[in-house]
């Protein structure tokens, strides 16, 4: 799974 | 940044936008499930606490704060201001149903354990399945005014064009989210059998009606 999320997205 | 993010943005925000007018114009919010409402209040709110400590752009940030703003502002219409005209009888949807079990695979499923990662994939989660009060109140009543069903189509829209944009995050930035990729596509499934409807009805002219 990806580490993080990408806090731009809404 | 790129062309399916941003028209995903813009139609997310023209459904808000839609949704906010046609309920102070004609004074009135039936038809609209506050059930949802008040689910969209959770997602958003359990999503955007990231406004405290990650600080992406001037337009992540406004976006977000509209988005908390608009969609109180909603719940205060509805439940306040012209709470005579809510639907109330009709909007009979168990959210605890839909909140809990988000609730328990954000616990289970998720890229790391801690609060605010949990709380960003509830909302995730929450958000792929807080149209459902609205579609089974719609289905209730077997009709849905023109500009409810607009609402509507933009917010099924939003994500669809969102897919889009991570298709093209996946070839041109190498970037994917799992979570958040699966969770986006059960949410535009949702919304398939009402892009129908609208397609084949309220774009010609026709008032949205389900078959008795």
């Known amino acids: 799974l990806w580490q993080d999320h990408d806090h731009d997205e809404l | 940044m790129n062309i399916f993010r941003l028209l995903g943005d813009l139609s997310h925000l023209l459904a808000i936008i839609i949704l906010l007018v046609k309920i102070w114009k004609t004074r009135s919010c039936a038809g609209i499930s506050g059930k949802s409402q008040i689910l969209f209040a959770v997602v958003y709110t359990s999503r955007y606490l990231d406004l405290i400590n990650a600080f992406i752009s001037p337009y992540n940030t406004i976006m977000k704060i509209v988005f908390l703003a608009a969609s109180y502002g909603t719940i205060y219409l509805m439940y306040m201001k ?131």
């Open chain 2, 82 to 212: 012209f709470k005579a005209t809510y639907d109330v009888n009709h909007d009979t949807f168990r959210i605890e149903f839909l909140i809990a079990p988000a609730a328990v695979l954000a616990l289970i499923v998720n890229h790391a354990f801690e609060p605010l990662e949990i709380l960003w994939t509830f909302s995730i989660y929450l958000e792929s399945v807080a149209i459902l009060p609205q579609l089974f109140l719609v289905s209730k009543t077997g009709e849905a005014e023109s500009i409810t069903s607009h609402y509507l189509f933009m917010l099924g829209s939003y994500r669809a064009l969102y897919i889009f944009n991570w298709i093209y995050r996946y070839y041109a930035e190498n970037h994917y989210d799992l979570i958040a990729i699966v969770a986006g596509i059960v949410q535009t499934v949702l919304y398939c059998d009402f892009f129908y409807l609208y397609i084949t009805k309220v774009l010609k002219g026709k008032k949205l009606q389900l078959p008795a």
